[in-house]
């Protein structure tokens, strides 16, 4: 399978973003993950010169300080060829009605239930990038 280049997790929770940033290298689906811990450090990493630009990005809906849907609202001032190369998945364990509302406004790729398991990464890959995780 050739590997996505970049991915980024953005999450506050640091036993999250460990277990899946060692599920994505244990499965050998990408170059590289970096790690945000909430939505100002994420998008400072998008804006940086030069821009980091993510093949994927999974997103977090609840965080401290800006969270997810924030994020995204901020997102969309970014120029549109740098939105159009990213990928953006949001993770929860629980979201209400309106917040799910609103994401249905915001450009997102689609949305998993944590926790992330070789299952729903192998279905995102082929959903999202045409790939497919090896069989085990």
Known sequence: MEKLPHILLVDDDDTTNFLNEHLLKKLD?????????????????????????PSLLLLDVNMPGMDGIQFLEAYLRLPQEQQDATVIVMLTTYMDG??????????????????????KIDTLLQLHFQRRLPDE
Do not use: W
Request: hydrophobic share 45%.
């Open 29 to 53: 689906v990408t170059h590289q993950v970096r790690v945000a811990h909430n939505g100002e450090e994420a998008l400072a990493l998008l804006t940086q010169p030069p821009p980091y630009v």
């Open 98 to 119: 309106s917040a799910l509302a609103r994401i249905n406004e915001l450009p997102i790729a689609g949305l998993i239930s944590k926790p992330l398991d070789r299952e």
